[in-house]
């Protein structure tokens, strides 16, 4: 376990996780993706929801401490995608899977990883001049794990620019390009955040997990398949209130 992410299960019914680690940025190391992927594994079975969001100036700058830095230390492709790919994708995956609606406040910058976890959540509120980006190849690296994450929030030709190009954009941009939902003036932004966490609590977990499980499982579905699954999941949720 790690001091530097936060989790707490609150009396709404909402798991609260908080990156601590603003001396860095918020960059996310091992300890702290395996501690926000076992929250999520972990999750409460009454929980209605997961809020990220972070300390300090920073969302999250991306990724430290990734691969070693002894370069007589040799890794093959199958260590490397053991230690150091598979950990992140699962906490996307877990993320993206998660039975619950993922609601995150970003400000300042979600670089790399910290677009990836905006992107992931279902409700992601940005700061307006926060800065998204994604420069893994300032470093020759293919960022092919953010794209994963952001692939299907962001149109194809916005997801390339990000990456080819590496440009910053503000938080109206990026919720122009879907990876955010809303955008708040910067002094605004925990407000607005617990607004939506308050409205969001009033409805019944099993109402918003139904929500939740359209959302994941929709996009990967044809339209018949979606009508079925979506009654199915609302006579679920139904028959689960009313029991």
Wanted: charge should be neutral; include cysteine; glycine fraction near 6%.
């Amino acid at each position: 376990m790690t001091d530097a992410v936060r989790v707490n299960f609150a009396a709404d019914d909402i798991l609260e996780i908080t990156l601590a680690a603003p001396e860095h940025g918020n960059a996310l190391d091992g300890a702290m993706a395996d501690a926000m992927l076992q929250a999520v594994r972990e999750l409460p079975e009454t929980a209605k929801g997961i809020v990220l969001t972070s300390e300090g100036a920073d969302f999250c700058a991306g990724r430290r401490g990734g691969m070693p830095r002894d370069p007589s230390v040799k890794l093959t492709a199958i260590d490397i995608r053991k230690k150091v790919i598979e950990p992140i994708l699962d906490l996307y995956q877990a993320l993206r899977n998660a039975p619950v609606p993922i609601f995150a406040a970003v400000q300042g910058r979600a670089a790399g990883v910290g677009a990836a976890l905006a992107g992931l959540a279902d409700v992601a509120i940005a700061a307006e001049d926060a800065q998204f980006t994604i420069p893994e190849m300032n470093h020759d690296i293919a960022p092919t794990l953010v794209m994963t994450a952001l692939v299907e929030r962001m149109p194809r030709n916005a997801l390339a620019r990000m990456v080819i190009t590496r440009d910053a954009i503000n938080g109206r941009e990026a919720q122009a390009l879907g990876i955010v939902s809303m955008v708040a003036p910067a002094a605004k932004l925990s407000e607005e955040l617990a607004r939506v966490r308050k409205t969001a609590a009033t409805a019944s977990a099993p109402t918003l997990r139904a929500v939740k499980a359209f959302l994941t499982a929709s996009g990967e579905t044809s339209f018949a398949t979606r009508r079925d699954y979506a009654a199915m999941v609302n006579a679920a949720a139904m028959a689960e209130r009313f029991r």
